[in-house]
């Protein structure tokens, strides 16, 4: 069973398109995160949620909007996609104390044409 | 903030050479320190970390790390490195209060069979 997933694996849109892409996690964990790896495989904190509840919200453009409906999930929207939100998206979950390791998803490999 | 710096950017060697990778952080308090191994086109694995006590700990798959405070270095080493060791390795760090993971920027290890 996979622990964290993430759909689609790989997304192609054009600019000025908004797309979401969507992370579950089976691992019973309470915290879910979102990072952005660039291409130069630097990792990003984006936002994170802890029961549901937002407690990261990096410098982050407000065209991109996480959701989470319940603490298995945690989605991304991205409105208005940028040549410059090409990149690596990451979801990760860990239990609740920030001591506890992070388990990460697959990647989404969102590419703006 | 913390902020996490890998000196080498890609390392390159052969099979059964010894391996050190370098991880320095910025913080004056106490930290969690990470290290996550990418494997090509796989998400991020964790292979160790550090919370308290002894501070040189084992990890997965032959890896150690030491945790020098006066140093604020916490660098991986593997004494005999195998052609599947080929992979991006982080180094992280947060505070124990802070869900926060500061990731430094990646160590590119490939190795020749």
């Known amino acids: 069973d996979t622990a964290v997933s993430q759909t689609p694996k790989y997304l192609v849109t054009q600019m000025g398109n908004d797309k979401s892409i969507k992370c579950e996690q089976n691992?019973?964990?309470?915290?879910m995160y979102w990072y952005k790896q660039d291409s130069k495989k630097f990792l990003k904190i984006m936002f994170s949620?802890?029961?549901?509840?937002?407690?990261i919200n990096e410098t982050v453009p407000n065209r991109f909007s996480p959701k989470s409906p319940d603490k298995a999930h945690l989605n991304l929207h991205i409105n208005s996609l940028e040549l410059g939100d090409s990149a690596v998206y990451f979801c990760?979950?860990?239990?609740?104390?920030?001591?506890?390791?992070?388990?990460f998803g697959p990647g989404t490999r969102l590419t703006v044409t | 903030a913390q902020s996490v710096s890998q000196h080498n950017h890609h390392v390159i060697l052969s099979e059964a050479a010894s391996l050190e990778l370098g991880c320095n952080y910025s913080?004056?308090?106490?930290?969690?320190l990470f290290w996550y191994v990418q494997y090509p086109g796989q998400h991020l694995q964790l292979l160790l970390k550090?919370?308290?006590?002894?501070?040189l700990v084992k990890g997965i798959k032959g890896f150690e790390a030491e945790f020098i405070k006066s140093k604020f270095s916490f660098n991986l080493r593997k004494p005999s490195v195998q052609w599947s060791d080929t992979a991006e390795y982080f180094c992280?760090?947060?505070?124990?209060?802070?869900?926060?993971?500061?990731f430094g920027a990646g160590t590119t290890v490939t190795v020749r069979a």
């Open positions: 990760a979950s860990s239990l609740g104390l920030p001591s506890y390791e992070q388990y």
């Open positions: 550090y919370f308290s006590g002894d501070p």
């Open positions: 913080y004056g308090g106490t930290v969690n």
């Open positions: 691992l019973g964990h309470d915290t």
């Open positions: 992280a760090v947060n505070a124990p209060d802070d869900y926060k993971l500061s």
């Open positions: 949620y802890n029961n549901k509840e937002l407690i």
